[in-house]
Antibody
């Protein structure tokens, strides 16, 4: 059974960079036809796709966040990571990592991790 | 890239059927059969319920079904049960980007 687990700081200061890692177990991150994505959910609000990466490094990002987002993959560790720069309070959210079949179908999700942006 | 439009809330009694709509444009919902639906219980991660408009993943009850007409996709839940009370999100895919709907809160009366 595939399992995804987010990890990273739960508190980030304004203007700094948010960094999260998703560790995948129970399956290879290098499997074809699957992208690995980040989705976030501000408290009490809806889901927002941040971006997704293929094991080869091909990346697609939400145009509204594109300039601040870096997504990378480490196949040797079966992990992928998110960096979001210049954060503000509006970036406070639960951040989920998920597997995306053909990029668009998120069939396995991590439990999510709350990241608060505050000084 | 605008969010897809969903009703904020819907409700129904046990045993009834309800439908949640998801409206986009000809560039996303209307242009491709790439609509998915997710169920989210409070404090939990979303769960995939329907993909590519009308396909159910293994393990999802056949009480859940999806359809599409023009720029609007729909999720229908038949034989409503208390456990179906949750938030539901649609998503679509276009130009290598994913967009979600604003979410619909389903209340089982």
């Amino acid at each position: 059974q595939l399992h995804l687990q987010e990890s990273g700081p739960g508190l980030v200061k304004p203007s700094e960079t948010l960094s999260l890692t998703c560790t995948v177990s129970g399956g290879s991150i290098s499997r074809s036809d699957y992208y690995w994505g980040w989705i976030r959910q501000p408290p009490g609000k809806g889901l927002e796709w941040i971006g997704s990466i293929y094991y080869s490094g091909i990346t697609y990002c939400n145009p509204s966040l594109n300039s601040r987002v870096t997504i990378s993959v480490d196949t040797s560790k079966n992990q992928f990571s998110l960096k979001l720069s210049s954060v503000t309070a509006a970036d406070t959210a639960v951040y989920y990592c998920a597997r995306g079949a053909q990029l668009r179908v998120f069939d396995y999700w991590g439990q999510g991790t709350l990241v608060t942006v505050s000084s | 890239q605008s969010a897809l439009t969903q009703p904020a809330s819907v409700s129904g009694s046990p045993g009834q059927s309800i439908t949640i709509s998801c409206t986009g444009t000809s560039s996303d919902v209307g242009g491709y059969n790439y609509v998915s639906w997710y169920q989210q219980h409070p404090g939990k991660a979303p769960k995939l319920m329907i993909y590519d408009v009308s396909n159910r993943p293994s393990g999802v009850s056949n009480r859940f079904s999806g359809s599409k007409s023009g720029n609007t996709a729909s999720l229908t839940i038949s034989g409503l049960q208390a456990e179906d009370e949750a938030d539901y999100y649609c998503s679509s895919f276009t130009s290598s980007t994913v967009v979600f709907g604003g979410g619909t809160k389903l209340t089982v009366l």
